[in-house]
């Protein structure tokens, strides 16, 4: 087969070194946002008079029958045209003739390789953005019916002091939403065009960038051709919010894992999130939430990767490049299904609300009740701080939990305890006492729920 740019060679290469050098197996994803990318170029051909009308008819004709057989997957691409570029090209001339070579006046694969990567991330980015939503929708609807349900809360995974499940479900949410805002702020970088930049310093055809930018939606040109086509920052910005997206979803697959756990049972996941073992029969494993966790470590890689691949690259386009696609298709095809999982995973678990209460029962975490009661009357902190540590360790000594110790001892360690302790040390007037803003208090997790819906704009909820 006759190469596109065959012009200048003698010989041909191997087919091995072809097929090393081609990236058709993987671009050809973006077979549609390079027909829209064309589409876009032609009508400007013949709106600028560079090429004639009835030409461009011909050449759009062409595409759009490309278009209707990508939609059906009808289209065949073969390892020597390289890429989905001069596979598309190739198409074209068999369906239009000679006038098909017309389209590539005036444009570079540079300038179209970075189009299409443009058009394909902002597509990418707007679906991710809604399954953040929809993640964070979950998120409410099961922090809301859990406002009241008391956990133990950790730090260095010891239990700490108590707290509402709801509070904890929805730290997530305000994760996700930074995470939402990073992709979102990110489009304003994703949403210029790089197109007319040609191959590296623009073009002697009379093209008009502001058009095909406008037709493609793009909300202004780059300013600078050699930036135009040697631009990945706008893939690393992608991989490295998908990364911070991916720490946020793998932490939250630990807990779940823990959490589902025979030493915590605090939820059971849904059936159709587990899986069960080929030898033990007793076995239900978190594994989707395992993957995702698993998973980020690809993400992280991909951001590594093209950093690496970018770093030595004097200007303009290298063929080094081509290597930012691989990643950045692993990493949409991760971030989406990871999301999506997670939606369910939220919407169907079971929350044992009676065995993360009785976990609070069992435990110190109501230690810091004590020492507040006392500096609440008077005492310093610190001395009331020593005060119940030393009660703790009288507790610990009896085998019992402050809730177990008679008033007596309590008077003995300081005469400004009284009875109404017993009532501070319940672990749900913990939780409710907690009110200062922003805390797990119920009324402040109700109130973090309406600010919540507001920033999603108060959808309805109640169909969900
Ligand atoms: N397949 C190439 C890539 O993905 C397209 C651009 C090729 N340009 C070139 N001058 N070889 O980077």
Wanted: glycine share 8%.
């Amino acid at each position: 087969m006759k190469k596109l740019w065959g012009g200048r060679f003698t010989k041909s290469a191997e087919e091995w070194v072809d097929e090393f050098g081609a990236s058709i197996s993987f671009d050809q994803e973006l077979v549609m946002e390079d027909i829209e990318g064309s589409m876009a170029h032609v009508a400007m051909l013949s709106k600028t008079g560079i090429i004639t009308e009835e030409e461009a008819e011909k050449i759009k004709t062409g595409l759009q029958q490309l278009k209707e057989k990508a939609a059906k997957d009808e289209l065949e691409y073969s390892v020597k045209l390289e890429d989905i570029h001069l596979n598309l090209e190739s198409h074209l001339t068999e369906l239009t003739g000679p006038v098909g070579g017309k389209l590539h006046t005036a444009r570079s694969r540079n300038d179209q390789v970075a189009t299409d990567m443009h058009l394909y991330l902002r597509k990418q980015v707007e679906q991710i953005v809604e399954l953040i939503q929809e993640m964070q929708e979950e998120l409410i609807i099961q922090a809301e019916k859990n406002v009241e349900t008391i956990m133990p809360g950790y730090t260095h995974l010891q239990r700490a002091q108590p707290i509402s499940f709801g509070h904890h479900l929805m730290a997530y949410f305000w994760m996700l939403e930074r995470d939402k805002e990073r992709f979102s702020e990110s489009l304003k970088r994703i949403n210029l065009s790089p197109l007319g930049a040609g191959a590296l310093a623009g073009t002697t055809f009379p093209i008009d960038r502001e058009y095909t930018a406008e037709l493609l939606g793009f909300e202004g040109i780059y300013e600078n051709s050699l930036d135009a086509v040697s631009d990945r920052d706008f893939i690393l910005e992608f991989l490295s919010s998908s990364s911070t997206l991916m720490m946020h979803l793998s932490r939250l697959s630990e807990e779940f894992i823990l959490w589902s756990s025979q030493e915590f049972q605090f939820i059971e996941l849904d059936d159709s999130f587990a899986t069960g073992s080929s030898i033990m029969p007793q076995k239900k494993n978190p594994d989707m939430a395992e993957l995702i966790r698993g998973k980020t470590g690809r993400v992280y890689g991909n951001l590594m990767g093209l950093l690496t691949v970018l770093k030595g690259l004097p200007l303009a386009y290298n063929k080094d490049m081509q290597e930012d696609k691989e990643g950045m298709f692993d990493t949409v095809k991760t971030v989406t299904g990871s999301l999506k999982i997670f939606a369910g995973m939220i919407r169907t678990m079971k929350v044992k609300s009676e065995q993360m209460e009785k976990a609070t029962k069992n435990d110190f975490s109501n230690a810091t009740e004590l020492a507040d009661y006392l500096s609440d009357k008077g005492i310093p902190f610190r001395e009331a701080h020593e005060i119940v540590g030393k009660l703790v360790l009288a507790c610990v000594q009896k085998g019992c939990f402050l809730g177990g110790l008679p008033l007596d001892d309590f008077k003995n360690a300081h005469p400004l305890f009284e009875e109404d302790i017993y009532e501070v040390l319940d672990p749900y007037t913990a939780v409710k006492r907690r009110n200062s803003a922003g805390g797990t208090g119920f009324k402040q997790v109700s109130i973090a729920i309406e600010k919540a819906k507001e920033f999603l704009g108060n959808k309805e909820f109640a169909n969900k």
